[in-house]
């Protein structure tokens, strides 16, 4: 797994429970994108920088490309969106996408570097 930093903040005061937005929900949605010239998905890229889950039920990320001029740059953000709302408990996503810190491969997962022989 890449180094995904995630949390889960409590609803207002006057609901005492947690969100029920699963982490390995956001992750497994996350697993569903993919860039169309890498056989590998966005979340063993290494390409999401960070995920919030705020309490008013908005899933915020932080995601990069592997270059700033990648062909999909203007659909990802939408396709990961899209993804991100099939997500029990999520009513809305906000999907940033930032260039610092560039990726590099060291942010690929072990699982991505085998699928690309890149070890």
Do not use: Q
């Not at 995904?4 to 992750?27: A, C, F, M, Q, R």
């Not at 949605?29 to 390409?47: H, Q, S």
């Not at 940033?96 to 070890?119: G, I, K």
């Amino acid at each position: 797994m890449n180094k995904i930093d995630s949390k889960i903040i409590e609803k207002n005061h006057t609901n005492s429970d947690k969100l029920l937005i699963s982490n390995d929900d956001i992750v497994k949605a996350l697993k569903t994108v993919y860039d169309p010239e890498i056989p590998v998905d966005i979340y063993e890229l290494g390409l999401i920088y960070n995920v919030d889950v705020i309490k008013n039920k908005t899933v915020e990320i932080k995601m990069t490309l592997t270059a700033p001029g990648c062909p999909v740059a203007e659909e990802m953000p939408g396709w990961v969106e899209t993804a991100i709302k099939t997500v029990d408990g999520v009513e809305d996503v906000i999907v940033e996408m930032v260039f610092d810190p560039p990726w590099d491969m060291s942010l690929m997962s072990e699982e991505a570097r085998l699928t690309l022989n890149m070890y």
